[in-house]
Structure formats: C-alpha cells, structure tokens
C-alpha cells in the first residue's frame, strides 16, 4: 500500500519540490520533507497537508530510513544530509524521475517547455482542460489564480507540467524535462538563461532537442513560429507532427488579430486563417497573446474547441506575481512581477506601458538570478529598461560586476541602493501620486514589496507627480 511507503523530501520548499510533496501525498504516500528557512506560505500549505517539516539539513532526519529520499536540485555535495544519505545507502532519486515514474506514467502529459512564459501558459492550459470538464492534474511554478494551488493529481487522465530546463539534480545534470515524456509539448521560445549550469545557448538547444526526442509520432509539437533558435532545435531533429503559433501571420496553423489600442486585452483567434473567436480579458502584453495560442493549440489537441478554449481564458484569473497588483497608496500603484532576464523585463515593460499610456512607470528591479549576478545579460539590461520613467536597483557591495556602468546609458533616470531598506526609504521619498511602480525579481526581494506599501501609507504619497 502506498500510504505505508515513506518519501522524504530534501528541499521541500520550493515550488517544484512543494508540489511534488502535494501529488505525492495526494497518491497515497507517506511524505516529509526538510528545508532551510521554512516559512509561511509554503510551510502552512504543506502543514494543512499533514506533512512533517524538519528545519535544516542534519543528518538526523534520515534517523527514521525513509523508503525513498527526493532530492531537489539545489542541494550538492558537502551537505550533511547528502554525505550521509549517500553514506548510509538509502534509495534516492530527483522530484523529476520519481514525477515521470510514479505519477506521470501512463497519463498524457502536456508539457510547456520555453525560457519565458513557462508558468502562465501552463496555468492557461490546465485552467482550459479544467474548464472543459477534464480535471487534469498540474504542476505549475506559481499559484494560478483559477486553482489557488501550485499542484494537484487531478482525477482524469491528462496532467499539464511546466518543463523547466534548469538541472534535475546534483547526480543528474540533465535538464528536468526529460523525465516527463509528453505527448502534447508547448515550445514557447528559446534564449540564453542558467549560465550557472549551461555554458551557452549551444547547450541549452541541446537539452530541447533530447526533449523532442522523447515525443512520440502520435504526438504533437507546438512551436513559437517566430523564434530562430527554436527553428534550429527542430531542425536538429523532430519526429512528431508540429504545429506552429504567430502573431499577425494567418498563414501559421495558430494566430491573433490584436485589436488597436487595447494593450493586447482583446485579440481575435485563427486557426489556419480562419477566425474561431475572440479572448476579452483583464491581461495585457503580447507575450500574453502567444502564451494564449501555445496553450489553446495544446488543448484542442486533446480534444478541447479552440471556441471553449477562448471562452475559458476570458475566465482567466492569471497568476501570483505575474503582473500583480499589490495595491494602490496615495495614488501610487504597485505591481509586482517575476520578471529577471531581460527579454521578459522589457516584455513586461512594454505591455504596461501599452496599457498605461504616458503614465509615470517607475521599474525597480533585483539582479536575482543566476545568470545576471555572473553579469551574462549586463549588456542587454538598459535597453530593456528604455521605457521606463525611471529605474532603481538594489545594487549590493558583493554583486560582483559595475551594474551602474552596466546601466550608464539611462542617465539621470536609474538610482541605485545597497540595501532592501535604504531602496524602500529612497522610493517612498521620491514616488508621487500617479506613478505605477513595477517590482521585478524572481525571489522575495527582501520583502520591498510590503515595506514599500508601508512606507507609502505611512507617508502618505498625495503630492501630484512632479514632470520636467
């Protein structure tokens, strides 16, 4: 019985590993897990589940012989846990292989694989099938607002996953989609990123095309029409059937009319040129426009009408710190956004720049990631912040690299501080009534985004925006 066989999950906290404890639990097994740091909300999500938390690494927790230990992939040799789970002989795998062997076998799996859009179009797509009647089971890198979870097992036989590139674990260095083997795969694009494990884009073609291989001939790859480096991936090699999305092109299987003036809120859908319907809904951005083609074209693969599928996304609640409103003090909005490389930050930028008009954006970006503290995007990182009104940045001493140099061309507009703090003080300072500030990081940022909201009530920002 599943419910006696004992799991034990080594970075349990995380978004992929939290949800792979939820689906395991949901299957019946018996699951703890360990971290560093344990805090709300994931530490309440997995308590409400009944899962044993452990703070920290130490040996000890391996005491209990778990029957199988999950190791995320953030954790490397030198730990303790590590050396003496290796030392001690315990069965261990990644969250990747035990997911693609445990649960994901025997399903369809819709797989949204691609360096920027992975989360929302995977969001969209389960939402679609859920729409529909299909109960699918999900794991998603952030919180749907359709869901309100990252995960679930789901009842039926389909499961949409978000097929990140980034490494399985330290004994794998393969990338975590491998282990899913879809048969419907979403390719959203294709870009330099985890310069931390990948030494170019060369390599990271190379993990897309292992995931091609895995499709099967009764399959369906559905590709960004657009994007030269996914043309290359295929031109490698592809078995299975392809399907192509593009905006403005009705020659492509998939497109969008994007209606004048409407920041992308409201776009016809064609398929092979003709016209299915339209999307009207509260998101914004052309990205969001081929996020929604990936994902409408996903669904009617599995039998879904492309005109259910446009009327589910009007239903559409987006996702947790995707374009969030935080809220609005004094007239000054917040956002907040995991925007970090530099293609999404101008993406980004540029949909609520659509939006807003000549409003006041103010961007207040975290160099977070791995990839930008090596420095590898510096170069691209002002162009992609042209639109802004003005651009701060937490510019810690143990950076590593000239980030204001890195950003000299945006003159008078960029400011910088060392400090979580200082950054909150300086803004709420200088932020006036009418200015919509975009908060970009894919990490907590130290909590600047309720600090910042603090400061603003506590100052109360009223005094109309000052222009030059």
Known sequence: MRNNVHVHILGIAGTF???????????????????RNVYPPMSTQLEALGIELVQGYEPAQLDTRPDLVLVGNALSRGLPVIEALLDRGLPYSSGPQWLGEAVLAGKHVLAVAGTHGKTTTTSMLAWILEDAGLEPGFLVGGVPGNFG?????????????EAD??????????AKFVHYRPRTAVLNNLEYDHADI????????????????TVPASGRVIVNGDDANLAETLAAGCWTPREFFRLAAPDADWSAAVEAGSASRRFDVLQRGRKVGRVDWPLIGAHNVMNALGAIAAAHHVGVAPESALQSLGRFAGVKRRMETLGEVGGVTVYDDFAHHPTAIETTLNGLRAQLGAAPIIAVLEVRSNTMRLGVHRDQLAGSLRCADAAWFLDPPNLGWDLPAAVATLGERAHFAPTVESLVAKLADALRAGDHVLIMSNGGFGGLHEKLLGALRARGATAPHETS
């Open 165 to 174: 590139e980034y490494d399985t674990a330290f004994f794998d260095k393969r």
């Open 17 to 35: 590993m939290g949800g792979v404890a939820a689906i395991a639990k949901a299957a019946g097994f018996r699951v703890t897990g360990s971290d």
């Open 198 to 213: 990948y030494p170019d884009l060369k390599a990271i073609r190379w993990q897309f095309h292992q995931l091609l291989r």
């Open 149 to 161: 979870v990252s995960a679930r097992l789901g009842a039926g036989k389909l499961f949409v996953i």
